[in-house]
């Protein structure tokens, strides 16, 4: 099946859309791997949206077999264990990067934006629209002012679209910046042992010291324990890796039950894929260049230069299996627009890339 078209199945079944046989095929694929770790969810609401139907047609079906074929009891019922451990612990896969299509690999693909600004969810589901004017949330003024958000141990959501960025003050007056396509879980109240939160994009933190009270950033697999320090911390969805660079300060990076402490000026790579982690020195110029709103690529390769291009921009982008071993270097500034920054990749690559909508198609 081709995966625009899975992914049309998919959408058709969280909408309740679907056929009979398409039903039975969803659900197949579903049972039929319910540990592949390459699985990756699509947003919260089509994730709830899938699981709610699986787990409506899986136990209606087991209620029509059980009807008519009792001795078929112990086969379902290990199909719904298998559909709940697939809820709980896998994600979902069509979003993979790096798949291939007919012969050509996908670098990246857009995801579907439900809004255009940042969005503050808190605990009740009540979403607060922040306009692109408001730059920065301070935690501390917005309890002050609403009292409402004063909900100890209440987790809100700050999610970033594309082509924005957005500073966020937490409780303790950590200060956190979020890229494009990033957002960040955090509770009203820290408890009184630590201070937990949940990144899933890319931000860089400037944590307030507390030796007593550590901070920690979950991420995927992986938690990051500081006490105070300055980090960018990077853990896409699309990405098996997760890249955590420090600045300033020290950290514990922790993953798999064993700890890995990093000092300045390094960082620690773990590819989820390859079940690898490496620790190396990086160019801090060009991690920390998009928060004054640049990119930075120094002798990077097409792939990799198109995944940040992708990104900041929201879009698909489809090229040739084999990529070009020239490399890229250079300073762009984000605030260009996509198909002035392509015509400058052009220049630099000696690629073409044509553009239809959200999808671009490298040519080597």
């Keep these: ?196 939160v949940t990144l899933e994009g890319e931000a860089y933190f400037e944590v307030v010291p507390n030796h007593s009270k550590p901070f920690m950033v979950n991420a995927k697999e992986s938690q990051i324990k500081v006490t105070g320090t300055k980090f960018n911390v990077a853990a896409y969805p699309a990405d098996p890796r997760i890249i955590t660079s420090l600045i300033e300060g020290g950290v514990a990076f922790h993953m798999n039950k064993k700890q890995y402490p990093l000092k300045p000026g390094y960082e620690i790579i773990a590819d989820g894929n390859k079940n690898s982690i490496e620790v190396k020195s990086f160019d801090q110029d060009q991690v920390m260049a998009w928060i004054d709103g640049y990119f930075v690529f120094n002798n990077m390769d097409l792939v990799s230069v198109m995944k940040h291009v992708a990104r900041w921009y929201n879009i698909s982008v489809i090229a040739p299996a084999v990529a070009p071993t020239k490399r890229i270097g250079g300073t762009f500034p984000n605030t260009a627009s996509l198909d002035d920054l392509l015509k400058d990749l052009e220049l630099l690559s000696g690629v073409k890339f044509i553009r239809k909508g959200k999808e671009v198609q490298v040519v080597y």
């Design 1 to 196: 099946m081709d995966p625009q078209d899975f992914k049309d199945l998919l959408n058709r079944y969280a909408a309740d859309k679907c056929s009979p046989e398409e039903q039975r095929e969803v659900e197949r694929l579903m049972l039929k791997y319910p540990l592949s770790k390459n699985w990756k969810w699509k947003s919260e609401l089509h994730k709830d949206l899938i699981k709610n139907n699986m787990r409506k047609q899986i136990f209606n079906q087991v209620d029509h077999d059980l009807g008519r074929h009792r001795k078929r009891k112990a086969y379902w019922m290990t199909a719904v264990a298998s559909l709940l451990l697939l809820i709980g612990i896998s994600t979902f896969f069509y979003l993979q990067t790096d798949r291939m299509i007919n012969g050509e690999q996908v670098i990246a693909e857009a995801i579907n934006e439900i809004y255009n600004d940042v969005t503050l969810t808190d605990a009740t589901g009540r979403v607060t629209v922040l306009k692109n004017k408001e730059q920065t949330l301070d935690l501390r003024k917005l309890i002050a002012k609403d009292a409402k958000w004063n909900s100890s141990g209440s987790l809100n959501t700050l999610r970033v679209p594309s082509q924005h960025q957005f500073n966020l003050v937490l409780m303790d007056g950590t200060k956190v910046r979020l890229n494009a396509g990033s957002s960040l879980s955090f509770p009203t109240q820290f408890t009184a042992v630590d201070r937990t």
